[in-house]
């Protein structure tokens, strides 16, 4: 299936979003909820698999879908298709603070392989497949597992990754250790193994874990600085684990409802008339005890 070639504009620095703009009849497709906004004549329509397929028949597309969901995406697609007579945008929404990377699959030699979960949208076309880990420690201590995406085809696709991004251009037999989950994409090209840190004072105190992805060129490697996992783990960690204490909760139900320190003030206004009322019903009663006994 021809590619479309679309025109886009990254917009945002931490939390950014990709805005892509559509001729007549061109379309995008875009990952289950990743859209921001999109013009009143573009038509959405969700499709089984990548929507490269469409010409297939069914077990094209079950295939399609089939890949999807073995990475943990979405059994379906969405494809955003300009009707109107005029140019037409549609804009595509980071899920978390990072940086999103146009692909042009075209100058990378038509394959790219990356991280679950990376890719964001693309231009009609592109095919979202599966790559297999061929080796038990990539597999297993990788990071993400025995199974990455891969996209194929000559057009724009694009990625998403946490934090800051760093491209570096591999030579041949040139070697570079990362941390497991720092890893984005790269190209086929690239040889990705597992290794051990090499001390055990390191790899049980140092921080970084018992492996580090080794990538050897040549070819093209893209790296994060702030992988999702260890953003979750450090939300995870600063989190109450209990909902907060009784204060907190008894605090926060007092600024509740608009009412803010009004209420408190009210609370405390409450408290003081109920004491005066009852040291004057006492008072009352002991000048009454007093009277009977003359």
């Excluded at 899920?95 to 990376?118: E, F, N, S, V, W």
């Excluded at 194929?152 to 696709?157: K, P, S, Y």
Aim: with cysteine; aromatic share 8%; proline share 3%.
């Amino acid at each position: 299936m021809s590619m479309d070639a679309i025109d886009y504009d990254i917009r945002g620095a931490e939390m950014q979003f990709v805005e892509v703009e559509l001729d007549p009849g061109e379309a995008a497709i875009g990952e289950a909820g990743s859209l921001m906004f999109m013009d009143g004549d573009v038509d959405m329509d969700t499709v089984f698999g990548d929507g490269s397929q469409q010409n297939s028949g069914f077990f094209g597309k079950l295939l399609s879908a089939g890949k999807r969901l073995v990475t943990g995406e979405s059994l379906f697609t969405t494809v955003y298709t300009n009707q109107g007579s005029g140019k037409q945008r549609v804009a595509f929404a980071a899920p978390y603070p990072g940086k999103i990377l146009p692909m042009d699959l075209r100058q990378l030699g038509g394959t790219l392989i990356c991280q679950k979960d990376a890719f964001l949208c693309a231009a009609r076309g592109v095919s979202l497949g599966i790559a297999f880990q061929q080796k038990l420690s990539v597999g297993f201590f990788g990071g993400d597992g025995f199974i990455m995406q891969k996209l194929e085809g000559d057009g724009l696709a694009f990625v998403h990754a946490g934090g800051t991004v760093v491209r570096r251009e591999l030579a041949a037999g040139q070697v570079l250790l990362v941390d497991t989950g720092c890893v984005v994409a790269y190209t086929p090209s690239v040889n990705f193994e597992i290794q051990y840190v090499g001390k055990i004072k390191t790899a049980l105190f140092g921080g970084e874990g018992v492996f580090l992805a080794k990538l050897s060129g040549p070819g093209t490697v893209w790296l994060q600085s702030l992988p999702f996992s260890r953003l979750a783990s450090r939300v995870f960690a600063a989190a109450p684990q209990r909902g907060g204490s009784q204060d907190e909760s008894s605090f926060l139900r007092a600024f509740s409802g608009g009412g803010g320190s009004h209420n408190m003030m009210e609370s405390d206004s409450s408290d003081s008339s109920d004491s005066s009322d009852s040291s004057d019903s006492s008072d009352s009663s002991d000048s009454s005890s007093s009277d009977n006994d003359d």
